[in-house]
């Protein structure tokens, strides 16, 4: 079974709710009536029947939940929700009553109430108005403060001797641009809990550079080794029950006789399963690179550290994508 297929077996035991936002587009129709039809969870479509019937015609919705912000009843008692997480930022009453209307500000409130496990949307909308209704209600999880994202990157076979699980975890490869070493610490924190509970995996956190040991120390004036460096003892001292360990040139992380020579008594070095690179320029081209050149499947952006699960799509997605991404969210549901 393919680990996808795995994820997809894993979250129909769960029969967790998530709400997809975007009742305007036909692929997200579709992949609600598909996930609904292989039980992999129950699904809450935001939108209506009229809409669902002409964006869509003949797609069969039975057992999905259609919820239309405009004529809720649940709108006013998300609008105080709203209010009450966003009156210190300067949001007045009647502005949080009209921003509750917006689907996927809607979508982000169900999950805060609780009236979902979580929430997917993306299909047509950018990153930034995806997450940004999450990191405004739904906040980070306890002990993190950084949302970040990860790819669980997936092997054309198992023959490879620096990757002999065929799995790994490559972060953050899509939301934070330029991460401080504290927002590093998160991410390798959070990632090596997705590569826990999506990947199936037990983790072997890599922080990365060009530098391995303070072999490249001579970065006195971009300070990146230093900014690594730093991140791997904050993260060392907030989770002290981890494998992780850096900074490492990324032979050094997962080639064994590089990791002994380079970094010897390292529990890491050599095998690392999780790589975290130092910033989304390499990160993002880290993973492509992988994907073209390696032959790697990429699931994600895996959307990471936040207090409840929400996830972005990709607006090139097709249906396959959304019910994969619905069933990785159903199994960071706690
Ligand atoms: C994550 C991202 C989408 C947030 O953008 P944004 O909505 O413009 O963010 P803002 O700076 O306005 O912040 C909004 C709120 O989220 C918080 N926030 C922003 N990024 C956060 C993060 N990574 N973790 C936790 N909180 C975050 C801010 O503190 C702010 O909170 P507040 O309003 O309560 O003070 C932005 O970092 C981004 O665009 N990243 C790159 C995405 C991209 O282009 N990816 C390429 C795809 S491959």
Redesign the pocket.
């Known amino acids: 079974m393919s680990l996808l297929d795995e994820i997809k077996a894993k979250a129909a035991v769960r029969k967790k709710t998530i709400v997809l936002c975007e009742g305007e587009d036909e692929r997200v129709i579709r992949a609600a009536a598909e996930i609904t039809k292989e039980g992999i969870a129950k699904i809450v479509l935001i939108g209506n029947e009229a809409e669902c019937k002409k964006v869509a015609p003949g797609v069969e919705l039975k057992g999905v939940t259609l919820i239309d912000p405009l004529t809720s009843d649940k709108t006013s008692k998300y609008a105080s929700i709203l209010y009450e997480a966003r009156k210190a930022?300067g949001m007045t009453e009647e502005q949080a009553k009209e921003q509750a209307k917006d689907r996927t500000m809607f979508g982000a409130l169900m999950l805060k109430a609780g009236d979902v496990d979580g929430y997917v949307s993306g299909a047509c909308h950018s990153?930034?108005n995806t997450?940004?209704p999450g990191?405004?209600v739904v906040?980070?999880a306890p002990g993190i403060?950084?949302?970040?994202s990860c790819f669980i990157m997936i092997a054309p076979n198992k023959t490879n001797p620096y990757n002999p699980d065929g799995v790994a975890v490559f972060a953050d490869?899509?939301?934070?641009?330029e991460p401080t070493a504290e927002?590093l610490a998160d991410i390798a924190i959070s990632s090596a809990k997705t590569a826990r509970t999506i990947a199936g995996i037990e983790p072997r956190v890599a922080f990365l550079s060009f530098s391995t040991k303070g072999s490249g120390n001579d970065d006195k004036f971009y300070q990146t080794v230093p900014k690594v460096k730093s991140a791997v003892e904050i993260a060392k001292a907030a989770a002290p029950e981890l494998a992780l360990d850096g900074e490492f040139q990324f032979d050094a992380a997962v080639a064994p006789e590089v990791g002994a020579l380079k970094a010897p008594g390292s529990a890491v070095a050599g095998h690392a399963n999780v790589l975290v690179f130092p910033n989304?320029n390499a990160g993002?081209i880290g993973y492509k690179i992988a994907q073209r050149y390696g032959g790697y499947m990429a699931i994600g952006?895996i959307c990471q550290?936040f207090a409840k699960p929400l996830n972005d799509l990709s607006r090139g997605c097709n249906v396959e994508d959304i019910v994969a991404t619905v069933a990785v969210t159903a199994l960071q549901a706690e």
């Open positions: 930022k990153t930034a997450l940004r990191l405004q906040k980070t403060s950084t949302v970040s490869c899509a939301i934070n641009i927002q989304i993002n952006p550290g």
